[in-house]
């Protein structure tokens, strides 16, 4: 008969033959157990609540303080400020050749304009000149001078043209321009009088000093100064 003693010790090493046997399986399958828990509740846990997307800020219109503000500028062209329609084409030599213009209508015409000529009892306004691309049209510095009565009384240009015959053929039909011999066979001089057989216009002619053949327009140098007519 086994006495109490040997009975404990019995029970004893049982457990602990069964906890050798069977202790590291147990261990492992617990701890493949829990990693399966941790997995299912963070997908469960995703499932159920979805990331919630990152509430999206105002998107600054161009042009505007907010878009100033962060770095973003409208790329739409700037319209043009006080430049009329008309001031984007080029004039014609017989439009601006004329004594019908106004101050108001050569600052609308032109974008920029020099008031700051003035000779005895006339205000000058200068701007430059370039009335198309044929070879026969002209570029360079055109001048009106006004009287104090608001009215043009004399219109210069200088500058260059690649054939003056149609601004000879425009001064002959509206201003009676007619041609005079000189000394100088270098100018070329076409000059109007008054009534009182006073000169009021002359138109000087001269071949450049460098004819180049990439500069076709620029072949013929041009002087030219008209009062009003009578």
Known sequence: MLSDMDFKRILLYGGGLLLATTGPISLFTASDHFAGMRKSWFSSAGAAAPAQAAPSAAIPQPGTAESIAAGQWSAAPLPAVGVSDAALQSPSMAEVLSFDVTADWIMRRWPRVSAGLAQVQLQGYRVSLVTGTSIADLAGSLTYYFTPQQH?????????????????????????????????????????????????????????????ANQPYARFDVELAIDRPE
């Open 152 to 212: 043009v009384q004399r219109i210069t240009f200088r500058g260059t043209t690649g054939d003056p015959g149609a601004l000879l053929a425009l001064l002959a039909n509206r201003y009676r321009f007619t041609r005079r011999l000189t000394n100088d066979p270098g100018v070329i001089l076409y000059e109007t009088v008054n009534s009182s057989n006073q000169t009021t216009g002359t138109a000087k002619i001269r071949s450049a000093n460098v004819i180049k």
